[in-house]
């Protein structure tokens, strides 16, 4: 179980009782304001808790959803554009319009732990959106996975992502030549 310094503060009542737990290994460390009753936990659940108003997406979200075998060395977030930045080297940050950020977002659990991540469909989108940054290999592989899983994405739910983006005319022709 994840907690925020506040969280512990109503469990253990004080700071001193908190630095007992510490010590004792009741609770690790984990981030800045953020501990735990287990010392290795999934960086999806730490970062969710940390940034609450981010959304896991691009390579953290295809790996969870078992779109690729490459497993991500970092934590991929979209959040607010507006928002500060987050100087983490373990995290790559999208900013993104606050209007399109919790579009297509969904609640997975991980190790019975809430973790917002964006759904298939708007990966897919995020995918097409992005396809000239990341590798032709990687980008293949993702397109092929979602090829085989077709019948199982809501086209309405694509159709509705599509237009939220300026160029949706170019990433509906895209999607129609790569995936259907």
Avoid at 86 to 114: A, H, R
């Amino acid at each position: 179980m994840l907690y925020s310094h506040n969280e512990l503060i109503k469990k253990y009542g004080t700071r001193y009782n908190i630095q007992k737990a510490l010590k004792t290994e009741e609770i690790y460390k984990l981030e800045h304001g953020i501990y735990s009753d287990k010392k290795i936990v999934n960086p999806l659940i730490l970062y969710s808790k940390k940034y609450p108003y981010a959304v896991i997406t691009m390579d953290s979200a295809f790996y969870y959803y078992n779109l690729t075998d490459v497993i991500p060395n970092k934590v991929y977030l979209a959040t607010p554009r507006k928002y500060r930045s987050i100087k983490n080297d373990k995290i790559v940050q999208i900013f993104m319009e606050k209007n399109i950020l919790d579009e297509g977002k969904t609640i997975v659990k991980i190790s019975n732990q809430d973790v917002h991540m964006y759904d298939k469909e708007r990966l897919l989108i995020e995918l097409i959106r992005k396809r000239k940054q990341i590798s032709f290999d990687y980008y293949k592989e993702i397109i092929a996975n979602y090829r085989e899983i077709i019948d199982e994405l809501d086209m309405k739910k694509i159709e509705k992502y599509l237009s939220l983006f300026k160029n949706d005319l170019n990433l509906s022709e895209a999607l129609q030549r790569e995936v259907f």
